[in-house]
């Protein structure tokens, strides 16, 4: 497994610019980045590269300056340019067996839905960790398949990697996802689209700390 992979544990925020504008999206990074949040996720699914790189280079700074892993969805060849420390493999996006041959060096996670057969295909074929979802209902993807806690019990009994839980988080619902295995919590709206974004990621960053005491 990639190096980094045992810093795959806490909150797991989701920049997504589907849900945050151009002018609002480095104000709550750093806002999240503040509250505790472990890995930041840059998802743009636009086809603009200018704007993409400018973001991503903007982030990974901050990132790197507050001790945070970064990740870019679907885009290795951005995630190289960058230097980001890895990569997020979804459904429609390159394979993690394809992602791994070009690109040895970077972190890979993969979705894994809510699907073991999918999940054990990824570890086979290099995945650094496997992220199953969406445990509730998402706004941010509200057509996107449920997921259960069995499949995330299950998971934790079978896999070595980390297991990040996504889709409809905050921090009222996290801890059950924590108890049943989750490593770490992948969340979109549930910091970003809060009044204060800060105070939404101390609450769900917290969780984790109380959980290494128990």
């Known amino acids: 497994m990639h190096p980094l992979t045992n810093k795959i544990t806490g909150l ?3 920049a997504d610019t ?3 504008d151009d002018g609002e999206l480095f104000e709550k990074v750093r806002m999240v980045l503040g509250g ?3 890995i930041l996720q840059y998802r743009d699914k636009s086809c603009h590269e200018e704007k993409r790189l400018r973001q991503a280079t903007e982030l990974r700074k901050m990132c790197s300056h507050a001790g945070t892993l970064f990740i870019i969805n ?8 960058v ?4 990569v997020h493999c979804g459904k429609e996006d390159a394979t993690v067996r394809e992602t791994r041959a070009r690109h040895p060096g970077l ?5 894994c839905y809510n699907s073991l057969s999918r999940a054990l295909q990824a570890v ?3 995945a650094d960790y496997i992220a199953f979802g969406s445990f509730f209902l998402s706004s941010t993807k509200p057509q996107a398949k449920a997921a259960d806690l069995e499949t995330l019990q299950q998971a934790k009994k079978m896999f070595e990697q980390p297991i990040v839980a996504i889709g409809g988080i905050i921090a009222e619902n996290a801890e059950i ?5 989750a490593s770490a919590v992948a969340v979109i709206s549930g910091v970003f689209l809060t009044p204060n974004p800060r105070l939404s990621s101390r609450k769900i960053a917290a969780l984790f700390d109380e959980q290494v005491k128990m």
Do not use: V, W
């Not at 679907?74 to 340019?81: N, V, Y």
């Not at 230097?83 to 890895?86: C, M, T």
């Not at 972190?107 to 979705?111: E, K, R, Y």
């Open 124 to 126: 086979n074929d290099g």
């Open 12 to 14: 797991y925020a989701i």
């Open 83 to 86: 230097n980001a420390d890895g």
């Open 36 to 38: 505790g949040c472990r």
């Open 74 to 81: 679907d885009d290795a060849e951005l995630a190289m340019q």
């Open 18 to 20: 589907g849900t945050l």
């Open 177 to 181: 996802l924590i108890s049943s295995g």
């Open 107 to 111: 972190l890979i996670g993969a979705s």
